[in-house]
């Protein structure tokens, strides 16, 4: 029943930008911590942004800081990942979770970002 359905990835040229959306249903979404992660091929999982509970704190990685702005909308129960001048170092495959406190982790499937000419 709990869902975390990403969507918005796709190819895109390097110094292009797209808009990764997170649809999220079956919990109480605004009492969960939001967080991007991505993995690209023969590497490690890695933290990409996250985002507090009512939207207040967000934190990046040091490789996507100022370019990538992940934001959430409650009423909706929805997160976004804004990513403005993609490079070659971001394709990858997104994935979005939800945490609430070290109790509860959902997963997404993952979306595919693919950057290239």
């Known amino acids: 029943q709990v869902q975390l359905v990403e969507s918005g990835g796709g190819l895109v040229q390097p110094g292009g930008s797209l808009r990764l959306s997170c649809a999220a249903s079956?919990?109480?979404?605004?009492?969960?911590?939001m967080t991007w992660y991505r993995q690209a091929p023969g590497k490690e999982r890695e933290l990409g942004a996250t985002i507090s509970r009512a939207g207040g704190n967000t934190a990046y990685a040091d490789s996507v800081k100022g370019r990538f702005t992940i934001s959430r909308h409650n009423a909706n129960n929805t997160v976004f990942l804004q990513m403005n001048s993609l490079n070659p170092e971001d394709p990858a495959v997104y994935y979005c979770n939800a945490r609430f406190l070290h109790a509860l982790v959902y997963w997404g499937k993952g979306t595919l970002v693919t950057v290239s000419s």
């Open positions: 079956g919990f109480t979404f605004r009492s969960f911590a």
